[in-house]
């Protein structure tokens, strides 16, 4: 027993290690479900490493295409196209939640190693269940009520079991706050979706901030700076991401503490980007969470040590995690598509701000804009933040995302 004992003791961590290394120059894939921005910032480090990739996206111009060692079309919410593309796959991850979750259970009972984890993205694609899981795990959110259906709401509101204002959220998957509305009227209530939803206290925000934490399948767990998000007043998409946020050394503390719990209770395997609010009262309460590479992290690319992308790859293979700190500051900015233009997509003034010291462009490579689509970020580093969040206002007002 001994001899069998100290036999495994010194040939696991070899077999560990000939699976890492069968990545690098080697045979083993990486298959990322979703082929949009994320994805395509992600396969900059695994052509960095030499790291086979598969990507599996309905459309045939997915950005990531033309990044990754084979492409294959098809619909990501299909139990059969997801078995059969992951089948195929060493390690299986996410850019984009909205995935179908049974066929990860199963690629996961057959031996994939599937980051993040089927229960983790069980959980987080639907708003109901995250908040659930955040009430359950003593997570600090905002105050909630869950209800079955639209009728169930309005009756509550009938009954006075709730009153105006509140945010209302849908149980399924939005995003860019499609599935929330403010709802301060009967008017605004009757605008709301059908289904199942969330009544949800409309928290007075001072900021919204924003922290990236990665975790390895060994349990190895890092935590990138707290990040300030600055919203577009009416697309309600984030405008600036400012790295570090301007907030007191005892709010980034208390920020990092409460990320690096939700981290803990979710005991995900990739990164997690957990958005929070900094309410006027000085709480900090969790909104939601994405398993993934996320927009508040794009700075990292240039601004810190590690990118996230590369963070995620490192922990999908379960290598050391990177340095999170940030070299220089950094302020991101999203290029969205401006209002009233839809069709080809034209980049105007991007020679203007390449002039500028420390601009760097990122253009997705999707052909068509519309308005506030998202089509590229710029990340503008800068010693001085302030000089950065500067530089990025002067960016913003420069180039346009326009059709000709
Ligand atoms: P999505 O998943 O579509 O991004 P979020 O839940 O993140 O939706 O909400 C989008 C935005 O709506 C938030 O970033 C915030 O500005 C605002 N918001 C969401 N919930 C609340 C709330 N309870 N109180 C005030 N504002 C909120």
Redesign the pocket.
Same mark, same amino acid.
Request: aromatic letters at 16%.
């Given at each position: 027993i001994l001899y069998g004992f100290f036999l495994i003791q010194k040939t696991y961590p070899y077999f560990c290690q000939k699976n890492i290394m069968g990545f690098f120059s080697g045979k083993h894939i990486i298959g990322i479900l979703g082929g949009g921005q994320l994805g395509k910032m992600l396969l900059n480090t695994t052509h960095q490493w030499d790291i086979k990739t598969k990507v599996l996206d309905p459309n045939a111009e997915a950005p990531a295409r033309i990044g990754c060692n084979h492409f294959v079309q098809g619909d990501l919410m299909d139990y059969q196209t997801v078995i059969d593309f992951g089948k195929e796959v060493d390690i299986l991850t996410i850019e984009i939640e909205n995935v179908n979750p049974d066929a990860l259970a199963t690629l996961e009972q057959q031996g994939v190693k599937v980051y993040p984890q089927a229960r983790v993205l069980k959980v987080i694609q639907n708003?109901c269940h995250q908040k659930q899981f955040y009430q359950k795990n003593k997570i600090p959110t905002?105050p909630f009520q869950l209800f079955n259906s639209k009728e169930d709401l309005k009756d509550a509101v009938v009954r006075g079991l709730i009153s105006f204002p509140f945010?209302w959220?849908s149980e399924s998957m939005?995003?860019? *706050?499609? *599935?929330?509305k +403010?709802v301060r009227t009967n008017q605004n209530l009757e605008e709301v979706n059908e289904g199942a939803c969330m009544a949800?206290?409309?928290?007075d +925000?001072d900021k919204?901030l924003g922290i990236i934490v990665c975790r390895s399948p060994k349990g190895e767990t890092c935590c990138y700076p707290c990040v300030e998000?600055e919203?577009h007043p009416e697309a309600?998409q984030v405008e600036y991401v400012l790295s570090p946020a301007r907030i007191s050394k005892e709010v980034a503390k208390m920020a990092e503490e409460i990320a690096l719990e939700v981290s803990k209770a979710f005991r995900h395997v990739g990164l997690l980007a957990v958005?929070l609010?900094l309410t006027k009262e000085g709480e900090i309460w969790v909104?939601?969470v994405a398993p993934r590479p996320h927009n508040s992290g794009h700075y990292s690319i240039e601004a810190s040590y590690t990118s996230q992308f590369e963070q995620h790859i490192r922990a999908l293979l379960d290598l050391p995690l990177g340095n999170t700190a940030n070299k220089v500051a950094g302020v991101m900015v999203n290029l969205v598509g401006k209002e009233g233009h839809k069709g080809p997509v034209h980049y105007k003034n991007i020679e203007h701000i390449l002039a500028i010291e420390g601009v760097n462009p990122h253009i997705y490579g999707k052909k068509e804009t519309r308005p506030f689509r998202k089509m590229g970020h710029i990340t503008i580093v800068n010693k001085e933040l302030s000089v950065a969040r500067k530089i990025a206002e002067d960016v913003k007002e420069t180039i346009e995302v326009i059709t000709k």
């Open positions: 708003k905002a945010v959220k939005g995003y860019d *706050g499609y *599935g929330v +403010i949800e206290e409309l928290v +925000i919204e998000m919203f309600n958005e609010f909104n939601e």
